[in-house]
């Protein structure tokens, strides 16, 4: 990582030989400070030991600097004046800081410093900073990464040539997107550095739409890694030190936290062999089980050399990168000619506008060090810096350094470089030789995590094409029993007195209600193709004026029903007053006139009973002397009748109720398409495989990568539900409304069970239709709002309960006059088929009846000639006989017998005469 890239030591030597040796043009002037210099002093604060003692290697470069601003030929300050350090060493320590600074503030005048150089450690800078801008003391330090400096609010006047901690952040967020990555894990050591680092990175991974867990430790990391592990974490950025870096990849090691699906990122300022243990540690992992745990893993450092192509603004050379040096050293050189830059430019400025460099300079005891002219001056200079240093391209943003950052990755124990970054360009300059994923050249980027993949959860074929089967069906049906209704037996009177208008409108509304079958079963189809709002509209429109039209109907039928139960209550009572007291009568008559005969008795019940109504139902005995309650008294009771104003009055305003609830949904909370999502679960083609093992190789980690980053896929299905805004409460209201509907349905269904009027034949199937629709609602309802995850089986729930109401009721709406037309068809039919038999028995009568009469009449021929064979000769034999007597009884002069007529004479012939013949003689 340090391959011979800085140049501490480098500078350290050539600046000891140039002053050794005397190469370096240095004057007198030059050399020393007499007392006519002019002169302007700056502090200067170096860790010269102590926790941190990198000013050791800073404070030579500074000096170096210093004396390139006080001799070069073009580039040192106007009008002869020069720079002069106060060097102090701060141990590295806060308080010993804040001591100097208070020397720099009081014990030096009149050399008070006019700004400060440094500090060099984070903690010493944010004691000091937080208190010198009360003075107006502009600070430009060479190190001091903590990110906490970055707040301009409390360290107004800090400056610093050395980069925050933040500045690896935007090269991380680069990585993350260039890599696809949209969830992070961070696992930081608590402490101040890192945990302001980290809520920084959290911030821009927020604003980038990443993901961030963030997992942090005290002391050991075990915990922590442990915690990774469970929520499988893919992409780690490690916040700590070096010390807890192997620490943290020994417990890496042991949880199995590495391999080709884990990426980590690392600080890049920890030597190239940092993962070897330490003597004295006493880690449980071995160096090689280290490296195997860290292999493929990306750090972060900023680049601390500019480029040797370009030249820098004091002209110094940077030599070859080939000496072990501190990363400071060139900041520090920076820093001194950042100082130097503003400080020029400030009394250029004074001086063109007339002021006296001297008094603009002079510290005033207990308010500021400088003029407030100056210092404001002299802070904008500065917030304008922009030059080549020795460090590259010196520029500050809200008193940060902005720098490049180098990336590099490790590939099998070795660092490779990456790449860089540049926070202005906000780009990655990617090496041409790796722009690839390092770790692995046959497959893509880990995943960092479980790649969902969403898919839209649709109804199973043949779930569908059943139910709109049967839903096709029953608007075929319903569209034929419009036909049936309205055209072909319109004028029969079964059909009549079923009321068929309100039979069509209960069919148009089990029309649109089939209809919704379809459309809710295709919502994920059709929202490609219809807006969603509107589809969800559509819906439910149909749904619910097909229901009140269909229902409604239903509704208004029971309710008329009972209104005619209702009126029919009061006249059964008054029947039975009358009934009681003509009985009372009665039996009074009875007892005075005699006990009538149980003979009589039940011929007169009996002619009771048969007037009673078909209304009542009820019983009738005819030993009963008491008259039925439900009857005719001698037209005295009669029955109600049912007004078809009634029905139309209440579907009217069932419907402008259900219009008007619509409209006010629709207007302040309309339905629109939402996703629900469900359970996330894996793909069928990969449910069957099971990982196989395979051994553990150096930069491979467990399992082949392969079969690794197929098995790395889950679906993620969600289903389409139509919402909205406070979609509990309008949904409440609408199902309640319907509830309370279908309650009171049941309710008069009920209490018109025994009523029967000839002009609504169909009570009885339209209490059997209501009885339907109110169990199937209130068992369909509850179950599917239960089960509306499950799309198939609230689909099948909610379609059967529609199908079966909507077949019921269409069986209500028609089928007495149906079956009566049916029966009263089927009767003709065995009438016609009975009278075609009748016809040929009768033909096969008529031939023998035929014959027969023919024989019977050549018999009667014959026997009618055998009779006029006798006639003829008894009236010979009685001719005879009647001749010879009137021959004797005959008077003289009448005409001869001969000529008198045998039938003509026999009326003549008294009873004496006939008496007189025998029988035998006729």
Not at 533 to 539: E, G
Not at 560 to 583: D, E, I
């Amino acid at each position: 990582m340090f391959k011979a890239t800085f140049l501490l030591r480098g500078l350290f030597l050539l600046l000891q030989t140039l002053w050794s040796s005397g190469e370096f043009v240095l004057s007198d002037e030059c050399d020393e400070f007499d007392s006519g210099t002019k002169v302007i002093n700056l502090g200067a604060m170096f860790p010269l030991n102590g926790s941190w003692n990198g000013g050791v290697s800073c404070l030579p470069a500074a000096m170096l600097a210093l004396a390139h601003v006080n001799c070069h030929p073009t580039r040192s300050l106007v009008d002869g004046y020069k720079l002069k350090l106060q060097v102090t060493n701060t141990l590295c320590e806060p308080g010993k800081g804040v001591k100097d600074l208070y020397d720099f503030l009081y014990e030096s005048a009149p050399n008070t410093p006019s700004a400060i150089l440094g500090p060099g450690c984070s903690s010493v800078s944010t004691a000091v900073a937080e208190a010198a801008h009360l003075w107006n003391v502009l600070m430009v330090s060479y190190g001091s990464s903590s990110p906490a400096l970055s707040d301009r609010k409390r360290f107004p006047t800090f400056f610093r040539t050395h980069p925050s901690g933040l500045i690896h952040n935007p090269t991380r967020i680069n990585l993350f997107t260039k890599f696809g990555w949209k969830k992070v894990f961070l696992l930081v050591r608590l402490e101040e550095v890192f945990t302001t680092t980290a809520d920084h990175l959290t911030s821009l991974c927020k604003k980038n739409n990443i993901t961030v867990t963030r997992s942090t430790f005290q002391s050991h990391p075990k915990n922590a890694i442990q915690a990774l592990k469970r929520q499988d974490a893919r992409i780690i950025v490690g916040l700590f030190y070096e010390t807890a870096a192997r620490e943290v990849f020994c417990e890496a090691y042991k949880a199995g936290l590495y391999g080709n699906k884990i990426v980590w990122f690392i600080l890049g300022w920890f030597p190239d062999t940092w993962y070897h243990p330490v003597f004295g540690e006493n880690l449980p992992c071995t160096g090689e089980e280290m490296q195997l745990a860290a292999d493929g893993h990306f750090s972060t450092e900023i680049m601390q050399l500019g480029s040797e192509d370009l030249p820098t603004f004091s002209g110094i050379e940077i030599p070859a990168r080939t000496l072990e040096v501190s990363p400071e050293s060139p900041l520090a050189y920076d820093a001194v000619w950042a100082l130097a830059i503003a400080i020029n430019s400030t009394i250029i400025e004074l001086m063109n506008q007339g002021y006296k460099i001297a008094e603009e300079f002079r510290a005033v005891p207990d308010v500021t060090v400088i003029s407030e002219r100056a210092f404001f001056l002299m802070k904008s200079y500065l917030d304008g810096t922009n030059f080549i240093g020795v460090s590259g391209n010196v520029s500050f943003t809200a008193g940060d350094r902005v720098s490049s950052v180098s990336i590099e990755f490790m590939k099998n124990g070795t660092y490779y470089d990456y790449g860089s970054h540049t926070e202005n360009y906000n780009v990655v300059k990617v090496q041409a030789l790796h722009d690839f994923w390092p770790f692995n050249e046959k497959y893509q980027a880990p995943r960092d995590g479980i790649e969902i993949s969403k898919e839209l959860q649709k109804l199973k074929a043949p779930v569908f094409f059943t139910f709109s089967a049967f839903a096709f069906l029953g608007i075929l049906t319903s569209l034929g029993l419009l036909l049936f209704n309205g055209c072909f037996f319109r004028r029969a009177r079964v059909v009549f007195n079923s009321q068929p208008l309100m039979n069509n409108i209960m069919l148009v509304g089990c029309i649109l209600t089939l209809f919704c079958v379809f459309l809710s079963g295709l919502t994920g189809e059709l929202e490609t193709i219809i807006e969603s709002n509107n589809l969800c509209q559509v819906v439910l429109w149909m749904m619910s004026l097909g229901f009140t039209l269909g229902f409604g109907s239903l509704f208004a039928k029971v309710w008329a029903l009972h209104v005619v139960a209702t009126k029919m209550k009061p006249s059964r009572m008054s029947a039975l007053s009358m009934g009681y007291s003509k009985n009372r009568t009665s039996t009074t008559n009875g007892a005075s006139a005699g006990v009538a005969s149980p003979t009589a008795s039940r011929e007169k019940a009996g002619g009771r009973c048969k007037q009673i109504t078909r209304a009542s139902k009820s019983s009738c005995d005819p030993l009963s002397n008491q008259s039925p309650v439900s009857g005719a008294f001698d037209g005295e009771a009669k029955q109600p009748e049912m007004s078809k104003t009634h029905l139309y009055a209440c579907l009217c305003l069932l419907l402008v109720v259900e219009l008007a609830f619509l409209s006010v949904h629709s207007s302040v909370a309309p339905l629109t398409l939402q996703t629900e999502v469900l359970e996330i679960v894996m793909p069928l083609n990969m449910r069957r495989v099971t990982r196989s093992s395979h051994p553990v190789t150096a930069g491979q980690g467990p399992g082949d990568p392969e079969c690794d980053h197929r098995r790395e896929v889950r679906v993620m299905p969600y289903i389409y539900h139509c919402r909205s805004k406070d979609h509990n409460l309008w949904t409440g209201l609408n199902f309640g409304y319907k509830g309370c509907l279908l309650l009171l349905a049941a309710l008069f269904a009920y209490d018109s069970r025994n009523v029967q009027l000839e002009n609504m034949n169909d009570a009885r199937q339209v209490s059997m239709a209501v009885y339907n629709i109110v169990t199937l609602y209130w068992i369909t309802v509850p179950v599917t709002m239960l089960i509306k995850a499950h799309q198939d089986a609230s689909y099948v729930f909610a379609s059967l309960a529609t199908v079966l109401s909507v077949f019921v009721t269409q069986v209500a709406s028609s089928g007495k006059s149906s079956s009566r037309l049916a029966a009263k068809e089927s009767l003709r039919r065995r009438q016609q088929t009975a009278a075609s038999r009748n016809r040929a028995d009768e033909l096969e009568r008529y031939n023998e009846l035929y014959e027969e009469n023919e024989r019977v009449k050549a018999q009667i021929v014959q026997w009618e000639d055998y009779l006029n064979k006798l006639k003829d000769k008894y009236e010979e034999l009685c001719k005879d006989k009647l001749e010879s007597t009137l021959r004797k009884r005959a008077p003289p002069g009448r005409v001869p017998m001969q000529e008198i007529d045998f039938f003509t004479e026999f009326l003549y012939i008294d009873s004496e005469d006939i008496d007189q013949i025998s029988v035998s003689e006729v």
